[in-house]
């Protein structure tokens, strides 16, 4: 007999391959599988006549099959099943890609129901891949795990869904009643088999609150247990300040002065800090932690710096050597490929430099959080874009030090701008700074949505920033062009532009300047040359993919050109914007857009007119789906399973029923504690 903590493989159907599929996932026993809940709703009750489908939109059509026909695509050898079909207003044509079992689900003269985004092939409107059903209905969407489709994830919850019986309330009558919440039994049962919007609302609310709710209540719980650690206590002097200041080619802003005595107020307490550094792409985050590394630097403390890439981190390495290049400070870099303290030393020598205090500053990758790592009189640890590192990576930063009595200080920073009342919702158990101003010598990138047969425009201005010697980024979504006979989004891959296919275009475009190609399988030492030839103007432009995303600093670079804009999300577009405009000269970005999705255009017209990465943000929260936060979702800062950040009363509820959740003795404190590990991410070092 099945119970919630059965193995998935006593599911009737479900074999060894499926159960290792869910896994990847984490869903390992039955009530995973019933919490692993859809993230969007196809409403096939909503039909939309023939004649008023409107390119951009999302639709459902009831319409009766006229003919079939099935053919092979000789260039791709790919098999095709066509559809013709029409309703009481006119026709439709639909092409099937790799899916022959579906001529035995079709038949001429059968009523179906269609859904998927109206596109325009040949001049003429059809349905983009479409979902079909063959009766009126609100179908459930699941995030496909590989060949474990959404339909087949669908047929497993539905033939388990009883089992939402035995599933435990958390929540007392009472809290219930004061939030008008339903039972979880009820809130389980409707959100996989929804009659109508009010059941998705319903049960969305009750099962997002309970989400925040725990997750905030780990933040207070981590809070209350950071007051009792131990820390190094960093002397702080003003004089140590002026003299950091002295080495800078520029004056701090007034907000980076802000943040730096937040943090050095921190510091100077024996207990550690916990701490969010925000900043706009170019607003002088590394700067920051460089003025709070000198403060340890002089209180004898030992400090690491941890970057997500090997060419982030080198970026960081240098850029310290060259701010402290006047004082005898210690500095290496451990990556996957580089040992580096001055030049090349043995892997060996580096963890026996940390593990004695010689190092005063360690930069690194992941592989500064090896087992084997110990780092004498560790104080401050820094880390940018922290929810770039695995859970377990990031929970192995308080284990590093070789006193464990005594915890790092903790300074996380990110250049993914989030609003500060939703940075407070998220980090929770993180005392929240803000960079909210940019350098006073920089000029508002100009920002250009430029349509596919407009590129023109953008190749004559590489040209003129070229004459002008000034550098050229060229992002591209993929490396190569493939086409995935089993992938229903065949379309999308076959638009998007190919790194290695542009490279070769933009070499006979510009046969008279240097251009680099980067993507992420280059070999380490080749990513290193090139980027350090890129930075020394040996390359003039840069076609690269998402690999530049984030930190990497060149003041020549003026133009960024972004190809298949459509394809990234609002966060990226804004960080890929960030790598030009870091100098006093006027820079441009051109996004070019190949889809005419209205959807689509939208949202790059909002990346176009707004330079403020933080209203930016604002404005991907409202376009948002549920937990879906400017990329983060993809990024890993915060994989919530159904809450959706934007919706401002939720979260303010949460932080409501969290206190109650320490304060009201009507809350089963073992009960609390069981789901508080369900939930418990590990997102901070605590």
């Avoid at 400070?329 to 303290?341: P, V």
Wanted: proline letters at 2%.
């Amino acid at each position: 007999m099945l119970k919630l903590n059965s193995q998935l493989s006593e599911i009737s159907g479900l074999g060894e391959n499926y159960k290792k599929l869910f896994a990847k996932n984490n869903i390992l026993i039955i009530e995973d599988l019933l919490r692993n809940f859809p993230y969007k709703y196809i409403n096939f009750n909503r039909t939309t006549k023939i004649c008023d489908l409107e390119l951009g939109n999302y639709s459902a059509i009831k319409v009766t099959i006229t003919d079939i026909k099935e053919k092979i695509s000789y260039r791709r050898r790919i098999y095709l099943l066509e559809i013709v079909a029409n309703d009481s207003t006119g026709m439709i044509k639909f092409t099937f890609f790799n899916q022959p079992y579906l001529k035995n689900v079709f038949s001429v003269g059968k009523e179906i129901f269609f859904y998927g985004e109206v596109v325009e092939v040949k001049k003429v409107l059809t349905l983009k891949n479409p979902k079909y059903s063959f009766y009126p209905q609100i179908q459930p969407i699941y995030h496909t795990i590989q060949s474990l489709t959404s339909k087949r994830i669908a047929y497993f919850v539905r033939s388990i869904i009883n089992l939402n019986r035995d599933i435990e309330e958390d929540l007392p009558n009472q809290i219930l009643e004061k939030y008008q919440l339903i039972s979880i039994k009820d809130a389980i049962y409707k959100i996989h088999l929804p009659r109508n919007n009010q059941d998705i609302y319903t049960a969305y609310r009750r099962l997002a609150l309970e989400e925040v709710s725990y997750i905030m209540l780990n933040s207070l719980k981590i809070r209350e247990k950071i007051k009792k650690q131990k820390a190094y206590l960093v002397i702080i002097k003003q004089s140590y300040q002026r003299d950091f200041e002295k080495k800078l080619d520029f004056k701090l802003t007034a907000s980076q002065d802000k943040v730096i005595s937040e943090i050095l107020d921190d510091v100077s307490k024996n207990q550690p800090m916990n701490r969010l550094l925000q900043g706009d792409v170019g607003s002088g985050k590394t700067v920051v932690g460089a003025s709070v590394i000198y403060q340890c630097f002089k209180s004898g403390i030992k400090s690491v710096w941890l970057a997500p890439t090997e060419i982030l981190a080198r970026q960081h390495y240098l850029k310290l050597k060259s701010i402290f290049s006047d004082e005898n400070i210690n500095i290496g870099l451990l990556t996957s490929k580089e040992c580096l303290i001055e030049s090349k030393v043995k892997k060996s020598s580096f963890l026996d430099w940390l593990k004695k205090g010689y190092l005063d500053i360690a930069v690194g990758t992941h592989a500064l959080l090896q087992d084997n790592i110990e780092i004498k009189k560790l104080g401050l640890v820094i880390v940018d874009e922290q929810h770039r590192f695995g859970v377990k990576q990031r929970y192995k930063l308080k284990n590093i030090s070789q006193n464990q009595a005594i915890i790092p200080h903790f300074l996380s920073m990110t250049a993914t701008p989030i609003p500060r009342s939703l940075a407070l919702t998220i980090f929770g158990d993180l005392d929240v700074s803000q960079i909210n101003e940019l350098p006073k010598n920089r000029l508002p990138i100009i920002t250009k949505i430029i349509r596919d047969e407009e590129r023109e425009i953008v190749y004559e201005k590489i040209k003129t920033e070229l004459d002008n010697n000034n550098q050229i980024y060229i992002i591209t979504p993929l490396v190569e062009k493939k086409i995935n006979e089993d992938d229903e989004k065949l379309f999308d891959l076959d638009s998007k532009k190919a790194a290695k296919e542009e490279y070769e275009i933009i070499k006979k475009k510009y046969p008279n300047n240097q251009v680099g190609l980067l993507y992420g399988k280059i070999k380490s030492a080749e990513k290193s040359k090139i980027m350090d030839d890129f930075n020394a103007g040996k390359i003039e432009i840069l076609v690269s993919t998402s690999v530049v995303e984030v930190g990497v600093d060149v003041k020549k670079a003026t133009v960024i050109v972004i190809e298949g804009a459509e394809n990234f999300g609002l966060a990226q577009l804004h960080q890929f914007r960030g790598r030009v405009g870091r100098s006093d000269l006027q820079s441009y970005c051109y996004a070019i857009a190949q889809s005419k999705n209205l959807v689509s255009i939208e949202r790059l017209n909002i990346f176009s007119q707004y330079n403020d990465g933080f209203k930016l943000a604002e404005k991907d929260l409202q376009i948002r789906g549920y937990g879906d936060l400017g990329g983060l979702r993809q990024s890993g800062m915060m994989k919530l399973k159904i809450a959706r950040l934007s919706d401002k009363i939720l979260i303010k509820t949460a932080k409501e029923i969290a206190k109650e959740m320490i304060t009201n003795k009507l809350f089963d404190k073992k009960i609390i504690d069981k789901k508080l590990a369900q939930y418990f991410y590990h997102l901070h070092l605590e």
